[in-house]
C-alpha cells in the first residue's frame, strides 16, 4: 500500500506565502515524477509544478516565479513553496506522484487535497 499525505494549506493574505508538503510513504522503491496540481471551484484540475527525481522542473507560466517546488527524495516528499499568493490561487490543492513499489510496479497516486485560500 502506498499513499500520499498532504500538509501546509491554508488561509493567508494577498502577498502571503505559504509552504505544502507531500510525503509519499508505503512499500515504495523510488519515486519518478512528483508535482502538485490545483482546482479552483467549477474549473478543471490544473498543473501547478512538477519535478523529476533528477530535479527537472515544470511550472505553470501563471506561479513561474512566485512558487518553487522541491523534493526530498531520502523522504520521499514534495514541497511546494509559494509566494507573492494572488486570490486567483485559491484552490485545493492536490499532491501528484509516481511511485514504482518494491514489486517494480509503477502507480500513479493523488493526495487528499489541501484547500489554500488567498484573501484579498
Known amino acids: 500500500q502506498v499513499q500520499l499525505v498532504e500538509s501546509g494549506g491554508g488561509l493567508v493574505q494577498a502577498g502571503g506565502s505559504l509552504r505544502l508538503s507531500c510525503a509519499a510513504s508505503?512499500?515504495?522503491?523510488?519515486?519518478?515524477?512528483m508535482g502538485w496540481y490545483r482546482q479552483a471551484p467549477g474549473k478543471q484540475r490544473e498543473l501547478v509544478a512538477t519535478?523529476?527525481?533528477?530535479?527537472?522542473?515544470n511550472y505553470a507560466d501563471s506561479v513561474k516565479g512566485r512558487f518553487t517546488i522541491s523534493r526530498d527524495n531520502a523522504k520521499n516528499t514534495v514541497y511546494l513553496q509559494m509566494n507573492s499568493l494572488k486570490p486567483e490561487d485559491t484552490a485545493v490543492y492536490y499532491c501528484?506522484?509516481?511511485?514504482?513499489?518494491?514489486?517494480?510496479?509503477?502507480?500513479?497516486?493523488w493526495g487528499q487535497g489541501t484547500q489554500v485560500t488567498v484573501s484579498s
Open positions: 501528484y506522484a509516481e511511485p514504482t513499489t518494491i514489486a517494480r510496479i509503477v502507480v500513479n497516486l
Open positions: 508505503g512499500s515504495i522503491f523510488s519515486i519518478n515524477t
Open positions: 519535478i523529476t527525481s533528477g530535479g527537472g522542473t
